[in-house]
């Protein structure tokens, strides 16, 4: 069975995870951005809105008081907003009671962004009490009306059996709805279900398609997985210049396995001229994540000192470059 990812979350942001009754949960940190965080299309401003232009020029006093009179005028968006404010507390104390209330505002009105909201706070119990089964119920309606999020979180909560049955069939059925809204952990996962066969038909000719979908967003656990396929012919036509490209960007995005089979590729001038300096480099780079590989071991004990030192240097220049923590 796929590994079950509850994304109690909106859409953009820094993600942090903790582990909850045996679950991980992931949760991301809002921070101020464009239309607080929403996708292009989950925005909940549909139209020109005075009270998110405030809230995006950082005026947040004025973007609560324009959302204040607009959901008193009925406009259901506004609900969201405000309690996008003050669960952040962006210009007001955080107040995740208030959020709440003005999310419940927004979901009993129909706003899907307010029922997602209102799903997360009531999975994790923060600024209500917690209840799982109203929170699969709020992801539900906003799933039914278009919310990608939503939708894949109610798809891992018929994969887990987390406040209803344990249903596949459903939880196919939901992966499908966020991943043809190039939800990437969506098509992810829907690939692992009709490689398997579970709650749908086995069908490996549409695990590969949803495998290229996840990897072709960015999923790094994808792209290792297409670019073996690719390098090896199966189930897809033979590119290794392909399978290495994949490698390459999933191995700059930090993944440990991406960077393993890159150095192996330049080790062995797969997809690419062979280059021993750049296959140390990426074996290091790996080897410091915690991917070992004796024979690339035995490639840097044959480097010359100055090759060596090459090599170092550069792993050490990528670590900077991209933020990890010198090893």
Not at 139 to 163: D, M, P, S
Not at 241 to 264: F, I, K, T, W
Request: charged share 25%; with cysteine.
């Amino acid at each position: 069975m796929i590994r079950s990812r509850l994304l109690l979350a909106i859409a953009v942001c820094t993600w942090v995870t903790f582990e909850n009754s045996g679950s991980t949960i992931a949760v991301q940190k809002t921070a101020p951005v464009t239309k607080g965080g929403w996708s292009t299309t989950e925005t909940p401003a549909l139209v020109p809105d005075p009270a998110y232009a405030a809230y995006d020029a950082g005026n947040y006093l004025q973007a609560i008081k324009l959302a204040t009179e607009a959901a008193a005028r009925g406009e259901s968006q506004a609900n969201t907003l405000l309690g996008d404010i003050y669960e952040q507390g962006l210009g007001v104390p955080q107040d995740n009671v208030k959020a709440a209330e003005w999310f419940t505002k927004g979901a009993v009105a129909g706003d899907k962004h307010s029922q997602f909201r209102l799903g997360v706070m009531l999975a994790e119990g923060k600024g209500v009490k917690k209840d799982k089964k109203k929170a699969a119920d709020f992801f539900e309606a906003a799933a039914n009306q278009g919310h990608t999020l939503a939708a894949y979180n109610l798809a891992q909560i018929y994969i887990e059996g987390w406040a209803r049955k344990q249903d596949m069939e459903k939880a196919a059925y939901w992966l499908e709805q966020a991943a043809q809204k190039d939800h990437a952990q969506a098509a992810y996962d829907l690939s692992a279900l009709y490689r398997a066969g579970e709650g749908l038909p086995k069908d490996d000719a549409k695990a590969v398609a949803w495998l290229k979908k996840a990897a072709e967003a960015g999923h790094a656990d994808a792209q290792v997985e297409y670019a073996i396929m690719l390098a090896n012919g199966k189930g897809v036509p033979k590119n290794d210049a392909a399978a290495v490209s994949l490698l390459r960007v999933a191995a700059e995005r930090g993944n440990a396995v991406a960077q393993n089979r890159l150095a192996r590729a330049y080790s062995a001038g797969f997809g690419l001229a062979a280059d021993r300096i750049q296959a140390a480099k990426w074996h290091l780079i790996a080897r410091a994540a915690g991917e070992s590989d004796l024979r690339l071991d035995l490639l840097i004990m044959s480097l010359r000192g100055p090759e060596r030192h090459k090599a170092e240097s550069l792993a050490q220049a990528w670590r900077e470059q991209t933020g990890e923590a010198a090893r």
